[in-house]
């Protein structure tokens, strides 16, 4: 599945919003069979109301939600890339994952030391990201000389390698995360392929103090403002909130958000943004069963898309039988959307979207 690494200075707050996380999760395992929880890891259910009223339509006994998985990556201190603290296995484990979330301290307590002095969240997000960068130059610097030769030799993908290599290095000189490289569609899969650390999506996660949980304050602003100039994405959260509604039951959950005021927890935004910044999309499969939603990547094609639940259903793939989400809701189920003729028969072509509701048709 799709890995968010949660990252940040010491005293943060990485560890209270991961263990939110995870104790959500927890909580989540006894109605749904597939979450699994290792120490670091957390596979959370991701909130999608949708579900709800696709079992409701189609009466199914049982909703099983996608998931986005969370990677605790502790150690991170100012010097990693020269192997300070625990540095390069640090520098590995977010390697593996496919984003990062970013937890910047926006919270005033004079009693929670900050390793930098005082409470700067920009000042954290430059000390994190120039140790990120200094291990792509220095990695970089490493592997492009090499390649560069096999790319005069006429090899065309080193080629392309090279020249994604090249472009990076000069903004990584001017002190700019890979990120901002302007990458075409038909790069993105070798730019990816890279595995630079300043590449992957960010999501700067704002720990604020708890009467600012639902607004933010003047350091969140500042990171949300940051965060838009360099096409990062940016939400607030209390961790210390999160923390109580994770082991709170769900009957007191509602009132207690209410005197926060929140519509729901902080966490669904830090998991819906997580998936977005991995721009993964979600199809639904809809049945007596079950309501159960499916994670894709963003351009996937149906026969790729039914591999997800099955890889039969990828080699047999004959065709999907495709109902939007609006059309299910406003035919009041599957029987409804193909008398309207809002059912289509979609091919090997077929670029999933957003909501559809999907029923493959394959060979055995
Ligand atoms: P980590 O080192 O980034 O994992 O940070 P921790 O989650 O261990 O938090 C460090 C300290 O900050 C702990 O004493 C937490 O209780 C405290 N802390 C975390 N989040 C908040 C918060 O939102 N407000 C306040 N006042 N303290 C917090």
């Known amino acids: 599945g799709f890995k968010c690494g949660i990252v940040g200075l010491p005293n943060v707050g990485k560890s209270t919003l991961f263990n939110a996380l995870t104790q959500t999760a927890a909580a989540q395992a006894a109605n749904y069979p597939f979450c699994t929880i290792e ?8 909130p999608d109301p949708r579900l709800d009223k696709l079992c409701e339509i189609a009466g199914s006994k049982q909703i099983i939600p996608t998931q986005l998985t969370f990677v605790d990556i ?3 201190v100012r010097g990693a890339s020269k192997g300070e603290g625990l540095g390069n296995q640090f520098l590995a484990n977010i390697r593996e994952c496919d984003a990062i979330a970013h937890v910047v301290r926006c919270f005033e307590d004079s009693d929670v030391t900050h390793v930098e002095g005082g409470v700067d969240p920009i000042r954290d997000i430059e000390t994190i990201e120039t140790e990120l960068m200094l291990a792509d130059l220095e990695s970089l610097e490493k592997r492009v000389v090499a390649l560069e030769k096999k790319a005069k030799g006429g090899d065309k993908e080193a080629k392309e390698q090279v020249d994604l290599m090249n472009r990076c290095l000069v903004l ?24 630079l650390l300043s590449s992957k999506p960010v999501l700067y996660v704002c720990n604020v103090e708890e009467e600012s949980a639902s607004e933010g304050n003047g350091e969140s602003t500042k990171v949300a403002a940051r965060a838009k100039e360099e096409g990062a994405a940016a939400v607030v959260v209390s961790a210390k909130i999160e923390s109580e509604i994770a082991v709170m039951p769900t009957e007191e959950q509602k009132d207690f958000l209410e005197a926060v005021g929140l ?3 902080g966490l669904n935004r830090v998991i819906r943004a997580g998936y977005d910044l991995l721009r993964l999309i979600t199809y639904f499969t809809v049945g007596p069963k079950e309501a159960r939603a499916w994670t894709i990547e963003k351009g996937t094609r149906a026969p790729a898309a039914a591999g997800v639940i099955h890889t039969d259903f990828e080699k047999g793939f004959i065709r999907a039988e495709t109902i939007a989400f609006d059309d299910y809701v406003a035919n009041k189920g599957e029987a409804g959307a193909r008398d309207a003729g809002r059912l289509r028969l979609e091919g090997k072509e077929y670029v999933v979207a957003d909501g559809d509701v999907m029923h493959f048709r394959f060979n055995t």
């Open 39 to 46: 120490p670091n890891v957390g596979a959370v259910a991701v």
């Open 172 to 195: 990584l000189r001017e002190g700019k995360p890979a990120r901002m490289a302007k990458v075409s569609e038909e790069e993105r899969k070798t730019f990816e392929g890279l595995g």
């Open 263 to 265: 519509k729901e927890p």
């Open 74 to 76: 502790a150690g991170l």
